[in-house]
């Protein structure tokens, strides 16, 4: 019914104005932007208008959508609905025509939307146009642009089939960015160097991604010739890439050149604050997840904190803490200096991570969940509404929900809880004051005196306990090395079958006039 109330006042020429100030004839940014998207409608939604003039009014609406404000204007209005009909009853005619100018309007808004508009446009079935369109190797169907929406759509939400891509996609985007690095267009049309970062960015947090992307050397292609050049989005998606890969990967070890130089360059010549924050905070993580197994990880001087990270998320949880401790706030903004960040965490006796839809995607809420199990910290997972973990999140929901605490929970290297945010305090002190009590106690007997023969005990079990972690850690490499190799001879061999099928299909089809005449 909205939808048709809005095309009755388009083609009576009435514009109803969104603006506070209510006039009208209003001059402001946001009515000027409704009225020029309003006008491409009238035209474009007008069956009697011609083709040139409705393929016209598609390429200006094209244009429009190419920004966030005018992305919400889309959306607000409500028109993707009217956009999908328009484009689903179209033809591609050429890249001319109204329906290959319709799929840059769709990838535009698509592209263009932050996580809670993204939500909205997905209930009107955008992805699945968009999913068609990037599978195809048509230029006309703009794959890569298509991509870059599909993927903004659809990160926010976590894990998604549609995200899974292959040596052919990821080929092609890598292909469109060096196009765009060298200032060329790809397919016929332009692209942003740090759109395309930040939607590989996006895909490689995908654990399917990730071997294809070190087959590819596709980190490395994305940061060819990387210097700081007063480009606070693209430095930032480069930081965030470099960020994400460092998560699994030493960035100097695992890939065909080094890449902590780059993060290096941003902390010392970025003249933005966001990429420095994630580029300092990408250097600490991968120093300290991939260091030497000669290296020992530091030790607690003391246990006095718990940690909760973003704690505005579970605001009544802060309430029911003890006085025994002291409860830190963890952000991203912490990550300035990291030092003390570190020292905070260390001192923790439990560290707090509430589980939501806008978690999953956080790279400092996976950096704190990955240091806190460097460290050994017990994490408590808070479940504050009705997201299912997906991705790395996954191993979380299969967690057996608590209510109460018992010494079992401590059990274990990193041992970890699910509980519920409402009445989640008793169990967090709980775990808090295990933690603190038995730490105590060890420093307790590390500071008694103790014979010649019990010293040598301890030191011999502290010796074959480094030894065993050198021997683990190797072993952890030499795995991951092997997995990553054996994913690539597996996407080899696949690729090899497929096109033996291809060729007998091929000669089959060939052969067949003689087998028959014979």
């Known amino acids: 019914r909205e939808t048709e109330r809005q095309r009755e006042r388009l083609h009576s020429g009435v514009r109803v104005c969104a603006c506070v100030c209510r006039v009208s004839v209003c001059r402001c940014k946001s009515c000027r932007m409704e009225a020029r998207i309003q006008s491409f409608m009238v035209r474009l939604m007008d069956p009697d208008v011609s083709s040139e003039r409705r393929s016209q009014a598609a390429y200006d609406l094209w244009n429009a959508s190419n920004s966030q404000e005018g992305a919400t204007t889309i959306l607000n209005l409500g028109y993707p609905g009217e956009i999908i009909n328009i484009y689903d009853e179209a033809e591609f005619l050429g890249a001319d025509s109204l329906k290959a100018r319709l799929v840059g309007v769709l990838c535009c808004v698509a592209a263009n939307l932050g996580q809670v508009d993204a939500d909205r446009l997905y209930k009107y079935g955008v992805h699945e146009r968009l999913y068609d369109l990037r599978k195809s190797k048509d230029p006309v169907h703009q794959p890569i642009n298509a991509l870059c929406g599909l993927v903004n759509l659809l990160q926010h939400r976590g894990y998604h089939p549609m995200l899974v891509g292959d040596d052919e996609l990821f080929t092609t985007a890598l292909a469109a960015f060096e196009a765009t690095r060298k200032r060329q267009n790809f ?302 001879l597996e996407t080899s061999v696949q690729r090899l079958e497929e096109r033996l099928a291809a060729c007998h299909a091929r000669v089959t089809t060939q052969l067949q006039p003689f087998i028959t005449s014979s």
């Open 187 to 488: 397919h016929g049309a332009f692209y942003s160097k740090w759109g395309l970062v930040r939607c590989l960015t996006n895909m490689v947090k995908i654990p399917e991604n990730k071997p294809i992307f070190i087959q590819l050397e596709a980190v490395e292609k994305l940061c060819k010739d990387f210097r700081c050049e007063r480009q606070e989005k693209f430095e930032t998606h480069i930081a965030s890439l470099l960020f994400v890969m460092s998560f699994e990967y030493d960035l100097d070890g695992c890939f065909t050149q080094p890449l902590t130089k780059h993060l290096h360059q941003l902390i010392q010549n970025c003249s933005f604050d966001e990429p420095m924050i994630i580029a300092e905070a990408a250097l600490f993580v991968n120093d300290l997840l991939h260091a030497p197994a000669t290296k020992a990880c530091p030790e607690p001087t003391a246990i006095t904190n718990i940690v909760v990270f973003d704690s505005d998320t579970v605001p009544e949880l802060l309430k029911g803490l003890s006085d025994d401790f002291d409860v830190v706030e963890l952000k991203k903004t912490n990550m300035k200096k990291v030092s003390a960040f570190f020292d905070q965490l260390l001192a923790a006796a439990v560290v707090v991570l509430p589980m939501s839809q806008r978690m999953h995607n956080n790279l400092f809420y996976q950096a704190h969940y990955c240091i806190a199990c460097k460290l050994k910290k017990p994490i408590v997972f808070l479940k504050v509404d009705d997201y299912e973990p997906t991705g790395w999140l996954v191993d979380a929901e299969k967690l057996k929900m608590t209510k109460t605490f018992s010494a079992s929970d401590l059990e274990g290297d990193s041992p970890m809880v699910l509980a519920e945010a409402d009445g989640a305090a008793p169990l967090i002190l709980e775990m808090a004051t295990s933690v603190k009590q038995k730490f105590d106690e060890q420093q307790q007997l590390k500071a008694a005196p103790q014979s010649a023969a019990v010293h040598d005990i301890a030191q011999l079990k502290i010796m074959l306990t480094s030894t065993a972690a050198i021997f683990d850690s190797q072993l952890k490499s030499i795995e991951q090395m092997c997995t990553s190799r054996m994913n690539g």
